[in-house]
């Protein structure tokens, strides 16, 4: 028998096998102009959600200030109520918070964000507290610092 007429086995198929070519890298370019316009939105929105978070911290400096502030006053009705007073001067024009008083002063403040909790909650000390000395009154600590924190900017006199 010569080498043509020999059976051919398995193993002698698989050592005739050629492996095929590497293929060329894939690019990790985007081919098409619409991925470039994407990552380029996608850019101008994340630039744009930095800025706005950046506005937003600095805008709120006086809150942050305030509520420090506050936490060095304890419940001392007359330092909260200057602090109080302070924060309405810096978040609101001045000619719409710096000549209320007594239930006007109260009533601002539930307008702007206190719900009622100056005229007929423990705020009603405020009133009082910058002509009398008024003993400490315990929720109105965390009165005052519900409206620093929730007071709306928009709601002007």
Do not use: C
Not at 15 to 36: F, H, I, K, N, R
Not at 117 to 143: K, M, N
């Amino acid at each position: 028998m010569n080498d043509a007429e020999q059976p051919v086995s398995l193993v002698g198929l698989l050592d005739q096998l050629v492996l095929p070519p590497e293929p060329a890298p894939v690019s990790m370019v985007p081919q098409t102009g619409g991925w470039l316009v994407l990552a380029a939105l996608a850019l101008i929105l994340a630039g744009w959600a930095l800025w706005a978070g950046i506005r937003r911290y600095r805008d709120n400096a006086y809150r942050r200030a305030a509520l420090a502030a506050l936490k060095l006053a304890g419940d001392d009705p007359a330092a909260i109520a200057a602090i109080l007073r302070r924060t309405a001067l810096a978040a609101y024009p001045r000619q719409a918070v710096a000549s209320l008083s007594g239930s006007d002063w109260l009533a601002f403040l539930d307008r702007s964000g206190g719900g009622d909790s100056f005229r007929t909650g423990p705020g009603q000390a405020l009133a009082e507290a910058p002509y009398h000395t008024v003993g400490p009154v315990g929720a109105l600590s965390e009165t005052a610092a519900r409206w620093i924190r929730n007071h709306d900017r928009a709601a002007v006199t």
